[in-house]
C-alpha cells in the first residue's frame, strides 16, 4: 500500500486527546472541538538499492555539469566537503547516507588514481565534531583512512590562514570561503537535505564560510525578510547565499554537488507511536505509550536525555541527485516536499506544538531556553510555504520544561547570552547593534570553538535571529510546563496546563479563537492557503 | 444521652458488616471476587484511552476492515507437510472408516481413473454434507492425500473456528459462490498448476429438494485455464445422509459413480464445457438407476433425464424422488408426465395408536 499523504484533522467530540511533545516527556492532551491536527505523510517508499542510486546519480550528472569520472584524474586536488552533526535528526541508523556516498565518490577517485584528497566537515559556525560522531557519519574505514593522517579536517570559520576571499557580491557581501575547498581542481559537496530549507549554494556559501561572509545573512533584518526560509523562492537567507554562490562558481571553484533526500521514518519500533496518528494506536502502541511516559516521568532529566540521544532514526534515502548545484537543488527541493508538504486552508487564530528533546544544535546535548525559543519560534513556526500557520497578531502556544540547563561544553556563549543579554533585551535589532560583537569576537569563545567542541560566540545570537520573522507576526508567545523564570526571561508567558494557556490566549487573539496544532515529528511542511 | 435501640442495632450491623467484609464474606467485594475477570473487565471497560482504545474521529473516514475470513481466509498453513501428515492420518483412520460405515458405498467407474495423470478436477453432484468426506474417501491412494476441496468461502468460512477445521480435515480452499471472484479463481488455479486435485461440486451448494442445481461454470473455467482434465463424478442416494435442514445422520447404502475425464476442447469455452461436465454426471446418475448400455445408449438419443428433475410444481418433483431404501413404499399408477417408470412414494407414516 502506498503511503498515506499528509492529513488534516478537524477535532470532534470522539477524537482522542492528541499528542504533545515537553521535551524528554510527552503527554495527551484534548483539543478543543473544532480544532485542526496537522499530521505529516507517511514515510516514502526507500530506493530499493541506494550505492547503485549513487553511482547512477554520480556518473549521471544533472544541468552543467560532467560526470564524475570525467572530472577525476590524477594529480588533481580533491576536496570532500559533507555536512555536519546538525543532520540528520535524529541521526540515523548506520549506515549514514554520507558515509554511502562518500564511500562511492572514493571508489571512483581511487580508480582515478587521485592521490590529494582531503574531507572537510562543512560546520561553518557549529560545534566540531567528536570522533565517534564523525564515525558514526562517514563510516569507520573512510575515518581510519584520513583521519590519522590528518586529511579529514573540521571547517574553522575563524582561521584566516585557512580561509580565502574571493571577492564581493553586487550587494557587496563578502564571499570568503574554506581555502582548500576553494583551491582544490574539485570541490565535491555530500549534502542532507532534510528540510526544504539545507542544500543548494547555502551547502557551501554558509557550511564552509566565514563569520564575516556569514554575517551578511545571519542578521534580523535578513530573517524577518526571510518568509519563510523553507520557501528558497521568498527567503532573502537564500537570496543571499545564490548571490554567494554564484560568485563562488564565478571565481573558478569546480563544484559537483551531491544532495540526498531522506523519508519521514523517524522513530524505531519501540517509539513508533509517536508518529502515528492516535486513532490508529494499536494496543502495542498503547503499552508502548504508558510505559515510556510513566518511566520518563520518573526518571531524571539527565538520564531520559541520554536515553533519547541514544535513539537512532530509521531514516532511509528517498533520492540522490547530483551535478550542478541549482539544477540538483531544483529536483531535491521537489523531493523534500513530497515527503513533507501537506496542504492546509487558512490561518489560524492560535497555533500549538509539543517542542521534542532535539533540534539542529543540540545533538548529544541540551536543549537550552535559547534553543527552545529557535526551534519553536525558528524551526516549526517557519515550516510553511505561501502563508505562515498562525495568522499575523496570533498566539503560539509550545510545551517543554524550559529549565535554564546549559551544556557548558557545547554552549558557552548561550550561557553568557542568557545572563547578559536576555536580560537586557529580547528585540533581535536591539541586541544585534549592542552585543553581538563583542559575542563574536570574544578570544575565549573563539578559542573554545576552535580547539573545543563549542559552537561559536555568535551562535546564541542567530539563534536567536532565526525567531525574529515569528516575534515580528506573532502576538505572544506562550510555553506549557516551562520554568516559568526561564520563560519570562525569553521574553514570553508562562502557563501550567494547556486549558490555562488557552484561556491566556483568548485575550489575545479573542474569545472564540481558531486552534491548529502541528503533530512534528516527523516534520512536514505546511502548504498554507 | 444513651443511643437509642435503633442507633444501637445499626451500630452493631454496620460492625458487622465491616468484620465480614475483613473476612471476605460481607456484601462487598471479597479478594477473590475483587480480582475477577467480570470485575477486571468492568475496570476495564470504564477506562479511557490511552488505557482503553482510542475512539475514531468522526471527522475521519474509517478504512474498510481488513477481511480475513470468508473468501480472504489464508489456508496456505493446511497444505504445510505436517498439516498434511495430520490430516492423512484423520482421513485414512477416523474419516474413511465413518465414511465406510454411514454410506457404505459402491464404488463405479474407478477403472477411469486408471493412468490418469494428477492433477485432475472432480466434479460431483452435491446432495449432503457427507458428499466431501464420502468422494475423498473413495478416491484412490494417489489422489486422495493430494486433494483440495472447493468450499463455500460464506458457509465453511465465516467463522474463525469454522476455516481452521474445514481447511485442516478437508483441505478446503474457500470459494466465493454467489460471484465471480478473481482472487478464490487465481488461488484454485494456482494449486492445480502445483499438483493439487481439487474436489468441487459444480452446483454451488447442497441440492435444496434432492434433485440437481444448474452446474456453475467454475470447474469448466479452471479447467480451461489450466489445461487439466475434469472428472464427472455421480453420487447417489446421498441425500438421504445429511440433506439440507438435517442435522442428524441416518446410514443408507450409497452409489459413487466414476466417468471418464474430459478435456476442455480446443478452442472450448468454460460455458459449453460446463454443459458437457453436467450431460457427463447425468449419464452416470440414470446408469445409477439403469445400466451402463442403457444409459449409453440415452445419451446418444439425448434422452438422458435432466440431473435437476421435472419441470413440474415442488411437490410433484419431490413425489417423483426414489425413496429412502427402509421406507415402506407402494408402486404407483401408469406415468404421465414423463416421470421415472419405476418412481416410488412413500406411504404416508401411519398414526400411532
Redesign the interface.
Known sequence: MSPRPGFV?????????TLFWRGERFS?EKLPEGSRVIYAPEPLEPLKDPVAAIRHALTHPVGDQKPLPDLLFPGMKLTIAFDDISLPLPPMERPDIRQMVIEQVLDMAATAGVDDVELIVALALHRRMTEPELRHAIGDRVYDAFAPNGLLTQHDAEDPDALTHLGLTDQGEDVEINKRAAESDLLVYVNINLVAMDGGHKSVATGLASYKSLLHHHNPATMVASKSFMDQHRSELHSANWRMGRLIKESGVNIFQIETTLNNDTFPEAFSFLQKR????K?RD?VN??ASAAALNRTPPRVARGIFHNIKAPHRMTSVQAGEVEAVHKITTENVWAQQGVEVEGQTDILTMGLPYISPYNVNSILNPILVACLGLGYFFNLYRGKPLVREGGVLIMTHPTTPDFNPVHHPSYIDFFEQVLTETTDPVVMSEQFEEAFATDPWYRHLYRTGHAYHGVHPFYMWYWCAHALNHLGAVIIVGGDAKTVHRLGFRSATTLTDALEMARDVVGPSPSLTHIHTPPILMADVK | MSPTKGTANSLRSRRAVREESALGFGDGPGPLERFSPRRLTTWVGRQR???A????????VRPAPKHTLGVDYDTAWSRRYPVRLARAVVLDNITRPLARVVASPEIRGEDALVGLEAPVIFAANHASHLDTPLLLSCLPNRFRHRTIVAAAADYFFDRRWKAIAWSFFLAAIPIERAKVNRRSAAVAAELLEDEWNLVIFPEGGRSPDGWAQPFRGGAAYLAVRTGRPVVPVHLANTRHILPKGRTALRPTHTTVTFGQPLWPGEGEDSRKFSLRIEAAVAVLANEETTDWWTARKAAADGTTPSLQGPDVATWRRSWALEPHPGDRVETTGPNEDGLKPDSRRPTWPKRPS
Open positions: 484533522l478537524d477535532v470532534d467530540s470522539s477524537t482522542p486527546p495527551l492516535e486513532w490508529e494506536w494496543a498503547r505509550y504508558l | 484511552f490511552p488505557l482504545a482510542p475512539t475514531w474521529p468522526g471527522t475521519v
